[in-house]
């Protein structure tokens, strides 16, 4: 299924269907503030793994983001972190940065290994902020790369549909994606290094 959702006025219609999709172990493709993703529901274990297979990866071996509406919700997938930290994400979320962090006791259950960090995220764009909000839930995010050695983001909904719609449940049209991945920043022990500079220019 391809379905139109408008970032401006997303239609609480279409949002449900997409959460339908999700609670009933969906795998889905949705429109961030940097480049198109697959998700799932994060308890949904096959769906967990068709992600992974889609990926070309082991489950085990993921380095899957976690979408969140809020930082509130991070306190049930971490360990904590200290004030500096707190400070340096809610200066810069919502918006186009991975902050890496302390996993909690969860994490490693859902993708059943030994992971001791979580990638978080904050996208800064209504439908997948809508669709954490309604879902109750984080959505296990992964960015989709291109096959394109040029391109390394498809930035077209339409065209992911035509490549994926036998794989995967539902995509979601919320106009041209970026091309450029997020800014991923480590923060475990406390101190912050920049591991991937993408969208967005950290502000201190």
């Known amino acids: 299924m391809l379905l139109k959702i408008y970032p401006e006025n997303p239609s609480p219609k279409h949002i449900n269907t997409v959460i ?3 609670m009933d172990g969906g795998v889905i493709i949705y429109p961030t503030d940097t480049v198109y993703a697959f998700a799932c529901h994060p308890t949904k274990t096959k769906a967990l793994e068709r992600i992974s297979k889609l990926k070309g990866i082991k489950k085990k071996e993921a380095e899957f983001s976690f979408i969140f509406s809020d ?3 991070l306190s049930a997938f971490t360990k ?3 004030k500096t930290v707190f400070k340096l994400m809610k200066r ?4 186009p940065f991975t902050f890496i962090l302390e996993a909690n006791n969860s994490v490693p259950k859902i993708f059943n290994n030994k992971k ?3 990638g978080i995220r904050i996208p800064d ?3 997948a902020l809508e669709l954490v909000n309604q879902l109750s839930h984080p959505l296990i995010s992964s960015s989709i790369h291109d096959q394109d050695e040029i391109l390394e983001y498809n930035t077209d909904a339409e065209i992911l549909y035509d490549e994926f719609h036998e794989q995967v449940d539902l995509v979601i049209d919320g106009g041209y994606g970026d091309n450029q ?3 991923v920043v480590d923060c475990v022990g406390g101190d ?3 591991i991937r500079q993408g969208k967005g220019i950290l502000e201190f």
Request: aromatic share 8%.
């Open 125 to 127: 764009h209504a439908v």
């Open 80 to 82: 904590g972190f200290d």
């Open 192 to 194: 912050f290094e920049i």
């Open 181 to 183: 991945a997020s800014t």
């Open 116 to 118: 001791k960090t979580i």
């Open 92 to 95: 810069n979320l919502p918006g």
């Open 20 to 22: 339908e999709c999700l």
């Open 71 to 73: 930082l509130a919700q």
